[in-house]
């Protein structure tokens, strides 16, 4: 029998914690510029040497990127706030309860709020001995998944009673994924007023030296795009954005993409981003707002971005058939 002095022991449960990469608190210039200060100082991100980094950093970017970041960020931005941790939210909103009464689902950014730390120590406190860490991302890279992991990992090691930890794969090329993608393509294809004579893919960019340093990025996306072609049974155009600073990316760039199809006699195009779980600036403001313009002042006549699986009800039935299969034996357990 407990004794009557004992502190109160919350019930067993499983955890699972959704991960995106992070936001500003605000469209704001201030909110911004500690934003990227956080994101920009990851060494997984910047691979630069720490010191040479940090003055450049410090003394330049921080300095002008801001207003410019800021200004795209209020194009987009939601009565909920910003679309990416407004998305995610949703998500693991939805997620409640699919996975019996003792399952958690909460969610957290990398950079910003809320913390990993923050809700690692929430999901302890009720209860969960078990945590699966869920990085939303479907293309597996050093600045993306392993950050998470990373920063996850590195709260842990600030716990004395540590819970138990699994962490999502990839799934670039999981066959929920790959039919999810199809099925949400299909879906917005079907309420467009007109045909695309090209469908681009667009992944966001890594520096080509990622590549050359062993990280299966570049590969993953590729697979991604051909599973999808083969999946249509038609072809698609792979390309990456969101370019930064002068070292070499991955190419091709999906601005140059655009602005070269009508050249080639490409006039209706409609794009989409695997790359990501949810829509957020790189998606709505990147692709939708400037990639429609580019495309359009290039000669184009017809462009539309197709959202991402985000919440929708092809979305949300993928992310609980995946998690699901991640949780077998410890839904149970619990």
Known sequence: MRPTDHPPIAPRRVGVLLINLGTPDAPTVPAVRRYLAEFLS????????????????????????????AEAYQLVWT????????LTKRQADGLAGAFGPDVIVDWAM?????????RLRALKDQG?????????YPQYCGATTATANDKAFAALARLRWQPAIRTLPP??????????????????????????????TSFHGMPLRTLELGDPYHCHCQKTARLLSEALGRPVRVSFQSRFGRAKW??????????????????RVAVIAPGFSVDCIETLEELAIRGREGFEEAGGTHFAYLPCLNDSPVGMDFLRALLARELEGWVSAA
């Open 171 to 200: 799934y670039y090329d999981d066959p929920l994924y790959i039919a999810a993608l199809k099925q949400s393509l299909l879906d917005g294809l079907a309420q467009l007023d007109f045909e695309p004579e090209a469908i681009v």
């Open 250 to 267: 991955l190419e091709p760039a999906t601005d140059e993409v655009l602005e070269a199809l009508p050249e080639q006699g490409v006039r």
């Open 110 to 118: 990398r950079y910003g709020n809320p913390s990993i730390e923050d």
């Open 128 to 136: 969960c001995e078990r945590i699966l860490f869920a990085p939303l």
């Open 42 to 69: 990851d060494r997984r991100v910047v691979e630069i040497p720490p010191l040479i980094w940090q003055i450049i950093l410090r003394g330049f970017i921080l300095n002008t990127r801001p207003q410019k970041s």
């Open 79 to 86: 009565p909920d706030g910003s679309p990416l941790a407004a």
